[in-house]
């Protein structure tokens, strides 16, 4: 028989934000972009901020605002690089991390898979609070193949409940497919299941004008935030995170903008059952409560059909 759990016997949780809004604790999180965008020095950056007790500013309506402190924390590192000391460990070192709180990896000589009890004996000897792994093609299991639906759910499932029992934040960085013209949630690595099977994906770019950018790209929290954040270096490479300004950027979409365009275009050939909406918009990584503001900004209408189920229709 079927496990059957009900709502009021669950306590409701709040998310306990390595990174607000894009990296949770006791989650998966990808990072994806073109390689030299600047995705790995990101995270490291991120992780050297960590490593002193600093959490990234977090993003709410488009502006910054300072974190609150945190704990000092620790990340293990997983690369297939062939030596670390003047590449990754240069990187956190120059962002002024704190080298007792980086651990990784033994490189090629000790190449580790994901495994999962490799996986929580690593998480368990070094305390770590955020795990990197960069690229996460390389540590998929010997003869794993990528495409296989099936065996990724399993590696994937794997991971959200290592994440989950032990609280940590497990970042897996990649490259980004050829498909230039695909939806943004499409052109990570894989099969579309695995952007499914995560809670957040962010996205690592570099506009026309060479300047970098990190946004949200699927974000399964209410706090989440479309509204892309500049990446900033300076003349030692050290990176800092910039508001932008949309009206210098009319592109780039901000996140109640992108659910209104989505809503208008399913309302565009009639009505449709709220419950159906909510359901598209979600596989698009839009909660309810945005697609309720979009809503009210295209002036959608609220009617019920003839079989009383609540419906919305272009006003």
Same mark, same amino acid.
């Given at each position: 028989?079927?496990?059957?759990?009900?709502?009021?016997?669950?306590?409701?949780?709040?998310?306990?934000?390595?990174?607000?809004? %894009?990296?949770?604790?006791?989650?998966?999180?990808?990072?994806?972009?073109?390689?030299?965008?600047?995705?790995?020095?990101?995270?490291?950056?991120?992780?050297?901020?960590?490593?002193?007790?600093?959490?990234?500013?977090?993003?709410?309506?488009?502006?910054?605002?300072?974190?609150?402190?945190? !704990?000092?924390?620790?990340?293990? %590192?997983?690369?297939?690089?062939?030596?670390?000391?003047?590449?990754?460990?240069?990187?956190?070192?120059?962002?002024?991390?704190?080298?007792?709180?980086?651990?990784?990896?033994? !490189?090629?000589? %000790?190449?580790?898979?994901?495994?999962?009890?490799?996986?929580?004996?690593?998480?368990?000897?070094?305390?770590?609070?955020?795990?990197?792994?960069?690229?996460?093609?390389?540590?998929?299991? !010997?003869?794993?193949?990528?495409?296989?639906?099936?065996?990724?759910?399993?590696?994937?499932?794997?991971?959200?409940?290592?994440?989950?029992?032990?609280?940590?934040?497990?970042?897996?960085?990649?490259?980004?497919?050829?498909?230039?013209?695909?939806?943004?949630?499409?052109?990570?690595?894989?099969?579309?299941?695995?952007?499914?099977?995560?809670?957040?994906?962010?996205?690592?770019?570099?506009?026309?004008?060479?300047?970098?950018?990190?946004?949200?790209?699927?974000?399964?929290?209410?706090?989440?935030?479309?509204?892309?954040?500049?990446?900033?270096?300076?003349?030692?490479?050290?990176?800092?995170?910039?508001?932008?300004?949309?009206?210098?950027?009319?592109?780039?979409?901000?996140?109640?903008?992108?659910?209104?365009?989505?809503?208008?275009?399913?309302?565009?050939?009639?009505?449709?059952?709220?419950?159906?909406?909510?359901?598209?918009? !979600?596989?698009?990584?839009?909660?309810?409560?945005?697609?309720?503001?979009?809503?009210?900004?295209?002036?959608?209408?609220?009617? %019920?059909?003839?079989?009383?189920?609540?419906?919305?229709?272009?006003?």
């Amino acid at each position: 028989m079927a496990i059957i759990r009900w709502g009021h016997e669950t306590p409701i949780t709040d998310i306990d934000w390595l990174w607000k809004p %894009y990296i949770p604790f006791g989650k998966v999180t990808i990072v994806e972009g073109d390689g030299g965008d600047g995705k790995t020095t990101m995270i490291l950056t991120v992780a050297a901020m960590l490593s002193n007790g600093q959490r990234p500013p977090t993003l709410q309506d488009g502006h910054l605002y300072d974190a609150e402190p945190i !704990e000092p924390c620790t990340t293990f %590192y997983l690369t297939n690089e062939d030596e670390i000391s003047d590449s990754s460990l240069k990187r956190f070192n120059r962002a002024g991390g704190d080298m007792t709180r980086f651990a990784f990896s033994g !490189e090629l000589e %000790y190449h580790m898979t994901l495994k999962e009890d490799e996986l929580r004996d690593v998480i368990s000897a070094t305390a770590a609070r955020l795990v990197i792994i960069d690229p996460f093609q390389s540590f998929l299991p !010997e003869g794993t193949n990528f495409g296989s639906i099936t065996r990724m759910r399993s590696i994937f499932t794997m991971l959200a409940n290592v994440a989950k029992s032990t609280g940590a934040a497990i970042v897996l960085v990649g490259h980004l497919n050829k498909n230039e013209g695909s939806k943004d949630i499409h052109r990570g690595f894989g099969s579309a299941d695995i952007a499914a099977s995560v809670r957040s994906i962010l996205m690592v770019e570099i506009d026309k004008h060479r300047n970098r950018f990190v946004r949200a790209i699927k974000s399964n929290f209410d706090e989440s935030d479309y509204s892309p954040i500049q990446l900033v270096f300076d003349d030692l490479r050290r990176l800092s995170f910039k508001e932008v300004n949309l009206q210098d950027a009319p592109s780039v979409e901000t996140k109640i903008d992108r659910a209104s365009y989505l809503l208008e275009s399913l309302l565009a050939d009639g009505s449709m059952p709220v419950s159906e909406i909510n359901e598209l918009m !979600e596989e698009e990584g839009i909660g309810a409560k945005t697609t309720q503001r979009a809503r009210a900004q295209i002036g959608a209408v609220l009617f %019920y059909d003839e079989h009383n189920i609540p419906c919305w229709k272009l006003g």
